[in-house]
């Protein structure tokens, strides 16, 4: 499939020639959500913990005579049947993470980026360039239309685009290796480089 490249100024700069085994598979909803629930679980800390009776504050004396009450044989106040005693069975840390294989992971990314381009969400541009001024790519963005919005560069990003586009709200800049499904599916557009094309499509084949 043929796309449109574009300058950051929003005149043309050509067009390309984009892989249908990348941009053109007709997305399924199940092997996104997949890739979207493995990654936020590979994301969360897990460190949530409780306290259980072995490590609940209080007195280790016997609360009351083992005879002759008419109640429970009760030996401790640390049972999880009494107000402020040890939780029984509660969250400990753990982790979230389960396993992906890689050829479902590359798929997965494949039908993130076929995804955007069958909505038409997906930009391709020359070069994210910029001399570190983030009101000029400010503006830029601005008149181009762009809202909330991924850029995906080649192997590395031009460090003085990194920094203008530092503190602009909605927008990410991530280099090729640092593509994934959550980030490309948060954003209403994904804009991707010449480079950062190539890189892709030599990552994923």
């Known amino acids: 499939?043929?796309?449109?490249?574009?300058?950051?100024?929003?005149?043309?700069?050509?067009?390309?020639e984009l892989d249908a085994d990348l941009f053109g598979l007709e997305p399924r909803a199940d092997i996104l959500h997949r890739m979207v629930r493995w990654q936020r679980a590979r994301a969360q800390q897990g460190t949530h913990k409780v306290k259980t009776r072995s490590e609940v504050s209080y007195s280790t004396k016997k609360i009351y005579?083992?005879?002759?009450?008419g109640g429970a044989r009760h030996g401790s106040k640390k049972a999880p049947i009494f107000r402020k005693g040890g939780i029984y069975k509660g969250p400990t840390p753990r982790s979230h993470e389960h396993d992906l294989p890689?050829?479902?992971?590359?798929?997965?990314?494949?039908h993130a980026l076929s995804a955007k381009a069958k909505a038409g969400?997906?930009?391709?541009?020359?070069?994210?360039?910029?001399?570190?001024?983030?009101?000029?790519?400010?503006?830029?963005?601005?008149?181009?239309?762009?809202?909330?919005?991924?850029?995906?560069?080649?192997?590395?990003?031009?460090?003085g685009f990194a920094r203008a586009a530092q503190n602009i709200e909605g927008l990410d800049?991530?280099?090729?290796?640092?593509?994934?499904?959550?980030d490309i599916l948060k954003r209403d557009t994904l804009v991707i480089?010449?480079?950062?094309?190539?890189?892709?499509?030599?990552r994923l084949k």
């Open 1 to 16: 499939m043929k796309l449109d490249v574009i300058k950051l100024d929003g005149e043309k700069a050509g067009d390309i």
């Open 65 to 69: 005579r083992q005879k002759g009450t």
């Open 102 to 110: 890689k050829k479902f992971r590359k798929l997965g990314l494949r």
């Open 121 to 159: 969400e997906l930009v391709v541009i020359e070069a994210a360039e910029s001399e570190g001024k983030t009101s000029v790519l400010a503006k830029q963005l601005k008149n181009l239309g762009w809202k909330r919005t991924l850029i995906i560069d080649g192997a590395a990003v031009n460090e």
């Open 173 to 182: 800049v991530l280099p090729s290796m640092g593509a994934n499904v959550y």
């Open 193 to 202: 480089t010449k480079a950062g094309v190539e890189a892709l499509e030599a």
